[in-house]
């Protein structure tokens, strides 16, 4: 198991026990006391909105593998898309309407961590 299998899994024990009124991480960050965010608070976060959106996106219907059917070219297609929004929105002078470039790299770190999975899991034979 690589260590990202460990940190996800440490990831998911402590949002466990978490209490259900306890407010979000993403909703402290914005109070104006704040700390410096960190990489690994960024990921807590992108954890639990994976979580969140694999609820809407799946409703008890669809596997996560329904949506990447073709594999590593499904993974390595999402990953082209939120790479070209980046640049997009770096090299471009426009603004952005609905994705800040804060959100695409969170949506390609977790795009990234699913095609890890999926790697892991095709090497263990699962």
């Not at 024990?13 to 993403?26: C, D, F, R, V, Y």
């Not at 008890?60 to 297609?77: L, M, Q």
């Not at 929105?89 to 095609?115: H, S």
Request: with cysteine; hydrophobic share 35%.
């Amino acid at each position: 198991m690589t260590d990202y299998g460990r940190i996800m899994r440490e990831i998911e024990a402590e949002q466990m026990l978490k209490t259900a009124n306890a407010a979000s991480p993403i909703n402290k960050r914005k109070e104006a006391d704040m700390a410096k965010v960190t990489a690994v608070q960024i990921l807590h976060e992108a954890a639990e909105l994976k979580e969140r959106k694999s609820k809407d996106y799946q409703g008890g219907t669809w596997t996560e593998e329904d949506y990447f059917p073709f594999g590593d070219t499904s993974y390595i297609h999402m990953i082209h898309t939120k790479y070209l929004r980046m640049r997009n929105i770096c090299e471009g002078d426009q603004d952005t309407n609905f994705e800040a470039l804060e959100d695409t790299l969170v949506d390609m770190a977790v795009y990234c961590a699913m095609f890890a999975a999926y790697l892991e899991n095709k090497k263990n034979g699962i």
